[in-house]
């Protein structure tokens, strides 16, 4: 049987020491260390929810580096036709810009054949200037803000690629 997973790694660029494998949620957690440090044990576990039943209603893969884990990256449908990616991205995958935004690219190019959406969408915080920098790079157009949208009532951009 071919799974999601042959497709990634048969279609995305390849990179010295690059590798996908199945997501685990402690992969998430341990690449976005910083990301997560902070938030009270309720809003860890509703962050761990999420991303949970993200991953459940569509795909998701770890990418590593050297057997290190640096990133996750996942899709979601909506309904048919439409669909949200998601990503957690750490440190060691932010220094390689380039590959990450090669990987990205092709990432969303296999969630929207793979899924066969006319929509795929993702959610940026508006104040993080590199995540919006980077959504823009792999094709993302800015839709609009979504007031206080997240559970600390920061602005999120509602972002998309058709």
């Keep these: 049987m071919y799974s999601i997973l042959d497709t990634i790694n048969d279609h ?11 997501f685990y949620i402690e992969d998430a957690f341990d690449i976005g260390g910083g990301e997560f440090s ?7 576990i509703g962050v761990k929810n999420m991303l949970e039943a993200q991953a459940s209603h569509g795909f998701a893969v770890t990418c590593f580096l050297h057997d290190e884990p ?4 996942g899709c ?6 439409v669909g949200e990616m998601w ?16 990987i ?3 990432f969303t190019d296999i969630c929207k054949l ?7 969408q993702i959610t940026v915080k508006t104040t993080d200037l590199r995540a919006m920098r980077w959504a823009r ?9 979504m007031k206080q949208y997240s559970m600390d009532k920061q602005d999120y951009d509602l972002m998309v690629r058709r």
Excluded: N, Y
Aim: glycine letters at 10%.
């Design 12 to 22: 995305l660029p390849k990179v010295e020491g690059v590798t996908f494998s199945r």
């Design 38 to 44: 902070g938030l009270s044990t309720q809003k860890m």
């Design 70 to 73: 640096v990133a996750v990256f």
């Design 76 to 81: 979601c449908k909506l309904w048919d036709g």
């Design 87 to 102: 990503s957690v991205i750490g440190d060691t995958a932010r220094r390689k810009p380039i590959a990450t935004t090669k």
């Design 104 to 106: 990205g690219i092709a």
């Design 114 to 120: 793979s899924m066969d959406l006319h929509r795929l």
């Design 137 to 145: 790079a792999i094709g993302f157009i800015s839709e609009c803000t």
